[in-house]
């Protein structure tokens, strides 16, 4: 079974950044992707970055792009949200997730995912 455990989130003001990290541990497979996504106050969950599970390609939502950076470690097992130029609309519960099969057309979906950590808050102060 595939553990993932996120940390990172915090209050932070307009303009300033934070870091999160998903540590991944468990049944994983030589090949699977990992994203983020994030659940604002009241709203439905939504795609924010994502590594496929072949080629190291990364893709983005729009309201992120230019601003956030997914990677991971050499060892592939923990992955990182660089946040930068946050914004009160960035705020919501960020998510990390794990996929052994899911296909690059289906990244940005977040019922196609298998795994999910338990969530960290993010806080942008205005």
């Known amino acids: 079974q595939v553990h993932l455990v996120e940390s990172g989130g915090g209050l932070v003001q307009t303009g300033g950044s934070l870091r999160l990290a998903c540590a991944a541990s468990?049944?994983?497979?030589?090949?699977?992707?990992m994203g983020w996504f994030r659940q604002p106050p009241g709203k439905e969950r939504e795609f924010v970055a994502a590594i496929a599970r072949t080629g190291g390609y990364t893709y983005y939502s729009d309201s992120v792009k230019g601003r956030f950076t997914i990677s991971r470690d050499r060892a592939k097992t923990t992955l990182f949200l660089q946040m930068n130029n946050l914004e009160p609309e960035d705020t919501a519960v960020y998510y990390c997730?794990?996929?052994?099969?899911?296909?690059?057309?289906?990244?940005?979906?977040?019922?196609?995912?298998?795994?999910w950590g338990q969530g960290t808050q993010v806080t942008v102060s205005s």
């Open positions: 997730s794990l996929d052994h099969g899911i296909i690059t057309s289906s990244l940005r979906l977040p019922a196609q995912w298998d795994y």
């Open positions: 468990g049944g994983i497979r030589s090949t699977y992707a």
